[in-house]
């Protein structure tokens, strides 16, 4: 595994870690040390915490993408710099974690924590940092073979879990970095090296399978509309729970022009769902319920290019939620031992 380099943080940005390390204890020990400053009379004042620096497009790049000129890829990228500067996340807690691929080599390009894992295997490493730091912004990058392949059975466990983290999937419907493989979204008909003659296994339909698999936030779109893109990665990363974009993000190299139909800039028609404004209206019977499995299935049935925008959003508990809970639940039980304790009272009980 390939881990980044924490980034370089402001003084405010370690302050601020500090204190998401610290247990209540040490909080109260700062906070006794001002009360102490005041009951020794002090009258020094308070030492004014610096501002947190801006988060700059140039404080979240790293690297120069290593994708052929071209490649969908880059416009994802430039949509998630655009992001993390509007939203200004605290720069010490942004983690972006990928698989293997062209597109998961997305991790190097960012300034912040991260790491490009092995192939198919991104989910369960994301839902261990976010079970475990769920103070973090888990985002996930990777492909078609990535995430719908080798992955496929994780993307399963991590949406019926609902477990906290934003995944992207650039999906170009085939397989890049290895030259032109048959992927899981390859049409039917595809020649690669895998299928010279032609791709003949039925594709993956992406949004039918997070539909099916339980995840709790479903959205589609391409990689030519970057205002697109950031809308739904913001809306992504504003949700509680396994949050999935598939994204059409052409490969230049191995199967160019093929989402061609739905680029506006090379006259295809990008139609976006309109989603319901509840406002009691004649036209609002016919938008699309974000929270109707069945209308979301429906949609993700159109024939290629399809339509793009949110399919699916429910609001389901998260593993998170639940196993915070049931921790609570289970050190209240064992009067609030230490998590030190705990081990040896089951170390007793085992011997
Ligand atoms: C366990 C394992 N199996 C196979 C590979 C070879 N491999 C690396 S990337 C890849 C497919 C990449 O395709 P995709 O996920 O669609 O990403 P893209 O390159 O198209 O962005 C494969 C088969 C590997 N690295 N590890
Ligand atoms: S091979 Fe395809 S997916 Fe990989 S960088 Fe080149 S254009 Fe992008
Ligand atoms: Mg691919």
Sequence with gaps: MWMLPAPSLSPKALVNDDVDFMSETNMTTTSSVAAGNRQSGSDSPAIAEPPREKLTKKAITADLPTWCPGCGD??????????????????????????IGCSSRFPYFVNGYGAHYIHGRAVPLASGISLARPDLHVFLFGGDGD?????????????????????FIMDNFVYGLTKKQTSPTSPIGFKSKTDPSGAIDQPVNPMKKLIAGGATFIARTHAATVNHMI???????????????????ECVEFFPDVFDPANPKKGGSFEVIQEKKWDNTPEDELRHDVTDELAAYKLASLPFPGIF???????RPTKNALEKKWIETTREKNGNASDLEILQKTFDRIK
Aim: proline residues 0%; charged residues 20%.
């Design 74 to 99: 880059f416009a994802v990228l430039a949509a998630f710099y655009k992001v993390l500067e509007k939203r200004q996340l605290d720069h010490e807690k942004i983690v972006t974690l990928a698989g």
């Design 147 to 167: 995430g719908f392949s080798i992955g496929g059975n994780h993307l399963d466990h991590g949406a019926r879990k609902n477990i906290n983290m934003t995944y």
């Design 231 to 249: 809308q739904l990665i913001e809306r992504a990363f504003d949700h509680q729970g396994f949050s999935v974009i598939e994204c059409l993000s």
């Design 309 to 315: 925008g949110v399919f699916y959003e429910t609001d």
